[in-house]
């Protein structure tokens, strides 16, 4: 448990090294900043992009609840995600995203 503690502080981007620095609303906006920018690079269309939007989007919502060690989370899976793209979609094959309100084809 220790471990994986360490390896995510270390992994943060724009985090203090071994965490002797308490996360600021200013040093979550400069790794979402990276972290964009590194999706920027991806196609539109690419899963590790969406799937990395989508931890950008919820390290937003807890930097805006005050929670900035759980916004560098966040944004270390996104900038993860973006650098080893995990997701990969063989040819043919595209992400289907449903709306709340959808259900998926039988």
Known sequence: MILITLVSAAAAP?????????????????????????????????PSRYFAERDLHQALVEAGNGEFD???????????????????LKPGERL???QPSELPPH
């Open 14 to 46: 724009g985090s203090a090294a071994g965490g002797a620095e308490e996360a600021t609303r200013e040093s979550c906006e400069v790794a979402v900043a990276e972290a964009r920018q590194l999706a920027a690079a991806l196609a539109e269309d690419d």
């Open 70 to 88: 759980d916004c560098l989370d966040a944004t270390a899976r996104a900038t993860e995600e973006l650098r080893e793209r995990r997701h990969r």
């Open 96 to 98: 289907q995203v449903l």
